[in-house]
Structure formats: C-alpha cells, structure tokens
Nanobody, 125 residues
Framework: QVKLVESGGGLVQAGGSLRLSCAASGRTFSTSVMGWFRQAPGKEREFVAAINWSGARTYYADSLKGRFTISRDNAKNTVSLQMNSLKPEDTAVYYC??????????????????WGQGTQVTVSS
C-alpha cells in the first residue's frame, strides 16, 4: 500500500517555474516506478513523466522534454517534478502515481495502482 500526497501547485505566470513534490508513505515506495500525470479541464488524463525505483531511468512525454524534470529521493520518500518555462497549456491538475509492479518507467496510466489527489497548476498568460 502506498499513500501519495502532492504539493507545490499554484498560480504562475507564463515563463515561470514550479516544483511539485509528492510525499509517499508505504513500504513499496522505494521499489516502485513513480509517475506524474496531468488532466486539464475537458481533457483526458495524460502522461507527463516517470522514473524507475533507483532514479537511473526516466521517461518523459515528448512534448515536455527539456522543460520538465522528474527526480526522486528514496531516503525521504519523495518524488518531484521541476517544471520550467511554463506555458498556459500546462494548466492542469497534476497527479502523482505509483506503479508497484513495473521495473521500467511506464507511460500508461493503467499501470499505476496508487494515485494522489492532485495539485492544481495554473499558468497565466
């Protein structure tokens, strides 16, 4: 069992940065693939980034490469998403998720068995 709580969302101007954090509790965090997804109003949830258990492997949505960086600290049971050069189209609720079964980072939401409640990110133009 993994419980996930996101933080760090808010309102930022276009071109700005935000750092999202996800605090995890549960024994399986350090062995889980962790991912970030987002969902904008009226749109389906989409994959943002994922990281394997050690942090050695990462996987990004093609459209976000170079602007977003995922990282994790297993000693602190946290996973973070650094978001730079934000655009209004990045506005969404961002969710942290844990995949306790996979070895490599996965983009499919169906792979993830634990989800946080989400944190709102709003980018103004």
């Amino acid at each position: 069992q993994v419980k996930l709580v996101e933080s760090g969302g808010g309102l930022v101007q276009a071109g700005g940065s935000l750092r999202l954090s996800c605090a995890a509790s549960g024994r399986t965090f350090s062995t889980s693939v962790m991912g970030w997804f987002r969902q904008a109003p009226g749109k389906e949830r989409e994959f943002v980034a994922a990281i394997n258990w050690s942090g050695a492997r990462t996987y990004y949505a093609d459209s976000l490469k170079g602007r977003f960086t995922i990282s994790r600290d297993n000693a602190k049971n946290t996973v973070s998403l650094q978001m730079n050069s934000l655009k209004p189209e990045d506005t969404a609720v961002y969710y942290c998720a844990a995949d306790s079964s996979s070895t490599y980072p996965e983009r499919g939401a169906y792979k993830y068995d634990y989800w946080g409640q989400g944190t709102q990110v709003t980018v103004s133009s």
